[in-house]
């Protein structure tokens, strides 16, 4: 447990301080953008992390310098020992920020425990305010529902509560100014994400896909401003107007040098290190999970491997990688 401190970077000099973790590739939603037609098991696949190896491996990251991690899916309530997860995570020396990515499910009677174990954020899908649109792009006419839960989490203490919206043309893309109007009203951010093709859905992709910076040109000439990225921040670029509750920030990945500021890593639910999400396979560090003696190894490792991450990826080129579904992974 004596591994030297070391700055995570790579070698394009991007520093790592935030790490994406999957604990689950299963997800309940059937999202027309990652999973429309439902969660599909593969034959043969190996068991997710246990606690143990999840508790070696942040330790790792954090002896490195990251302080940042946020549970992502699939969906990761699905995790039945998720409250055990957060709470480990949370005591890793070194480890500041806990948060989570949901779409919702059970929010409104969890979040309190959410808040208890050490989740300090939230991230939750709201693809849209019309319920019967938000049913169409789901499966799941849950809207009520999980906007109780975003009032759960707000009164559970959960400190950064933030929307976020896949931005489908033809879709959502008529809601900017209802989103506009909701995330005033509730002094929320909201984060608008362009799809992303992956290797299952190009067909929708050239149906949908509305660049980022089209939503942006919108704000800037309602005058909203951009904002200053503060430290650990995700890739999100944040636009405020002068005296104003709420935030609207926007992902796009497709956009200009959109990769030059990267400050994140994932390792999906198995256990395999992603230098980045439309990279073309994981490195497998499961081995080097087995035993606390194996710490120092670990952390020569993912340094090691760091400093290889490329420096950008290949969507422009229609290229997505090994990624098959944004849930495989993480997003």
């Not at 991690?69 to 480890?95: K, M, Y």
């Not at 919206?165 to 005033?184: K, Q, T, Y």
């Not at 081995?287 to 420096?311: C, H, M, N």
């Amino acid at each position: 447990m004596n591994a030297p401190f070391h700055i995570l970077r790579d070698g394009y000099g991007r520093s790592f301080e935030y790490l994406r973790l999957s604990l689950t590739d299963v997800c309940n939603f059937r999202c027309a953008y990652c999973l429309p037609d439902g969660y599909r098991k593969l034959q043969g696949t190996t068991s997710n992390l246990c606690v143990d190896e999840i508790r070696r491996l942040v330790t790792a990251f954090a002896q490195l310098g990251l302080w940042k991690v946020r549970l992502t899916g699939g969906e990761p309530s699905l995790r039945t020992e998720l409250l055990e997860i957060a709470r480990t995570v949370a005591a890793v020396p070194g480890i500041r920020t806990l948060a989570m990515t949901t779409n919702g499910y059970r929010l409104a009677e969890r979040a309190a425990d959410y808040a208890q174990a050490g989740i300090s954020a939230l991230n939750i899908s709201v693809d849209s305010l019309d319920p019967a649109r938000f049913a169409a792009i789901t499966g799941h006419d849950r809207l009520e529902e999980i906007l109780k839960g975003i009032e759960a989490a707000r009164a559970a203490g959960i400190g950064t509560v933030k929307l976020n919206s896949v931005l489908l043309r033809g879709v959502n893309d008529d809601e900017l100014e209802a989103f506009i109007a909701f995330v005033r009203a509730h002094d929320l951010s909201l984060r608008f994400i362009e799809v992303m093709r992956t290797n299952d859905n190009s067909a929708f992709f050239e149906r949908h896909h509305t660049p980022g910076a089209a939503v942006a040109a919108k704000l800037e000439a309602m005058g909203w401003l951009p904002m200053l990225r503060p430290s650990g921040a995700g890739p999100a670029i944040d636009y405020a107007q002068p005296n104003a509750p709420g935030r609207i920030g926007i992902i796009a990945p497709y956009g200009k040098d959109f990769c030059a500021t990267c400050n994140r890593l994932r390792v999906s639910a198995k256990g395999k290190f992603h230098l980045c999400l439309f990279g073309e396979h994981g490195i497998d560090l499961r081995p080097l999970l087995q035993a606390d003696s194996q710490l120092d190894a670990l952390v020569a490792r993912i340094a090691k491997l760091t400093g290889t991450k490329p420096f950008a990826h290949h969507l422009h080129d229609g290229i997505s990688g090994g990624t098959p579904h944004l849930a495989s992974i993480g997003g």
